[in-house]
């Protein structure tokens, strides 16, 4: 008997096996690897091969160049069968717009492919392929995230885009940036032995320099990143690549390169910015978004800055509802606001799509620290004493060394070596490798990929979703119909945001009556069905405007005096909300 359970556990395992890849079930039409971070060549044949797989659902646009002639590409997807993507809430992808967050776009193709791929075979796959369309842009930055993978670099940049810029103000740019001396292929740290030094070796692993205290006698000067002064300035590594930041140069809530550093110039100055800008104002359907930057495990949503003041109520309990049922989703990310809990933006994405598009918006900061997870870790909110902070980060940093030791296996990090400098002699060069940090470890991308772009799936599926729940006819005189209709919305997202509605940053919902011959009278909102109370509606050319939508898991009640008989159409045509038809007969 145990000889046939073992058996049957054996050939599971098996099975189990042959079937199962990082990113899923294999054996559909693109079998994708979530297993390494796609380079701009390999992401744009995957993008095609998608295309050319699905072409009655995807469609690939290059909304144009980047900085250095790179296509930035953007992904619509919509099933046409079931109507016109303008006729359907949009839920719009934005990943990679900081060079070194570069697993944002691993987590938009994944989003894409997750959805193409399981369309007939998966409940939630198939209706969001049928009631929404999809806007993705998988990297916004496909010049810094091209140099990240494939050229020296260090975990925290070049977060930058390319586009020249003269951080040390000299009159020249970019032309004293960082060096891989020890040529391990990352830009690590250097550092050099002094008595009156700040820093001492740790006692129990003397890789990890910790501070003296007043009085100590010091081991090591820490130097920074490795390089050389390329421009005989007496400075090292002041003026890499690039220098601005491309989510501070949003047309909303922007602030100068004086307040707020790397705002750039003016708002959208960059091609990246102004192609992502173009993009989102030509789809105004879309209702719900999602930036992914790294890192530390938050789902992010504005306001970016105080300044801004607080979220309406009506959209706070909408982004709350997401909200928390993402930190279920994905465990571990915290729900957070942007300047509360993190810190100030100005000129954010975040701010722009939600305050200019009246869209739903969020900003996860993909992948904690793998020392988060630890058993024993301490929470984000440390104790104040000095001395116990002091002892707790002895703790991680050994943590974290015996992470990249016994887990990493050592890949993802450089032992110090001697080096002769020629401005700092005799130093050593040492420290965490560029795929150590802010990005997971390969083994663990499936995972990352698929929680976040589960989160996506859920907050699109909470888009509204509108339909005709009741239509009643009442025979007047002299020709005269009401007819009341009920529209409902089963999901939390109204068809206008509150912040929408108060600003008029978009048209409202629009009711249109067609027939032969039949003409509106007079509508309004029954406002109590059992004493028969309406608000009245102006009305024009058989139809009205409803100016403040349909709300989220509610539903309005229209009462509609119409002339004429036979068969009527109506049609509730909601900009985020989506095109409603259906008819009825006047007898």
């Not at 796609?38 to 072409?55: F, I, M, S, V």
């Not at 049928?130 to 091209?146: G, H, K």
């Not at 050229?151 to 810029?165: C, E, F, M, Q, Y």
């Not at 004429?564 to 109506?570: A, D, M, P, V």
């Amino acid at each position: 008997m145990i000889k046939n359970k073992t058996f049957i556990f054996i050939l599971a395992a098996g099975l189990f096996l042959a079937f199962w890849s990082p990113q899923g079930l294999s054996g559909g039409k693109v079998n994708l690897n979530f297993d390494h971070f796609y380079d701009h060549e390999e992401l744009t044949r995957t993008l095609k091969k998608l295309e050319q797989a699905y072409p009655q659902f995807m469609e690939v646009q290059s909304l144009g160049k980047s900085y250095q002639g790179r296509e930035i590409w953007a992904v619509i997807l919509n099933n046409p069968k079931t109507g016109p993507a303008e006729h359907k809430p949009g839920f719009y992808i934005d990943g990679n717009i900081h060079g070194n967050e570069i697993q944002g776009a691993e987590v938009a193709l994944y989003a894409i492919w997750y959805l193409l791929e399981n369309y007939g075979s998966n409940e939630l796959a198939t209706r969001l392929l049928d009631e929404r369309a999809f806007y993705v842009i998988p990297t916004m930055n496909p010049d810094s995230r091209d140099h990240y993978i494939n050229k020296v670099a260090d975990p925290n940049s070049p977060r930058t885009g390319l586009i020249p810029h003269d951080n040390d103000h000299d009159g020249v740019a970019d032309e004293d940036g960082p060096e891989d001396l020890d040529g391990d292929g990352s830009i690590t740290r250097m550092r050099k032995k002094d008595p009156f030094g700040r820093y001492k070796t740790h006692p129990q692993d003397s890789r990890i320099l910790i501070p003296v205290r007043p009085g100590e006698k010091g081991e090591y000067t820490l130097l920074g990143q490795e390089g050389i002064d390329n421009d005989g300035d007496g400075r090292i590594n002041e003026d890499g690549p690039g220098g601005y930041d491309m989510n501070r140069n949003y047309g909303y809530n922007w602030q100068p390169d004086y307040v707020q550093r790397g705002a750039g110039p003016y708002p959208f100055c960059f091609p990246e910015t102004k192609a992502t800008r173009d993009f989102l104002l030509a789809h105004p359907n879309i209702m719900g978004a999602q930036n992914f930057h790294n890192s530390g495990g938050m789902i992010l949503r504005g306001p970016g800055a105080k300044n801004m003041g607080k979220y309406p109520r009506g959209d706070r309990k909408v982004y709350d509802y997401i909200g928390e049922k993402g930190e279920k989703i994905i465990p571990g990310y915290d729900y957070m606001i942007v300047y509360k809990d993190l810190y100030t933006v100005y000129g954010g994405s975040i701010d722009f799509i939600y305050s200019v598009l009246g869209a739903y918006t969020f900003s996860n900061e993909l992948d904690r620290s793998p020392m988060a997870s630890m058993p024993g870790a301490p929470q984000r909110e440390e104790p104040q004493d000095e001395e116990v902070q002091r002892w707790q980060r002895l703790a991680r940093e050994l943590d974290e060394m015996f992470y990249y030791d016994r887990v990493r296996l050592g890949k993802q990090y450089t032992d110090w070596k001697p080096y002769d400098h020629p401005l700092y002699g005799k130093i050593e060069i040492g420290g965490v490798k560029k795929f150590g940090r802010r990005v997971p470890p390969l083994f663990q991308l499936a995972e990352t990929c698929h929680r976040n772009a589960a989160f996506c799936f859920f907050h699109a599926d909470q888009l509204p979703r509108l339909n005709f729940d009741k239509i009643k006819v009442k025979k007047l005189k002299n020709g005269l119909f009401q007819v009341d209709v009920l529209i409902e919305n089963t999901r939390v997202t109204p068809s206008i945001s509150t912040q929408a509605r108060r600003q008029e940053l978009h048209r409202p919902d629009r009711f249109q009556i067609k027939g032969n011959g039949v003409q509106l009278i007079s509508a309004g909102k029954l406002t109590d069905s059992y004493r028969d109370i309406t608000q009245r509606i102006e009305t024009t050319d058989n139809f009205f405007w409803n100016q403040t939508g349909i709300p989220g898991f509610g539903k309005e009640d229209f009462r509609l005096i119409i002339k004429g008989k036979g068969k009527i159409e109506l049609i509730y045509d909601s900009l985020k909300g989506g095109y409603l038809t259906t008819s009825t007969r006047l007898k």
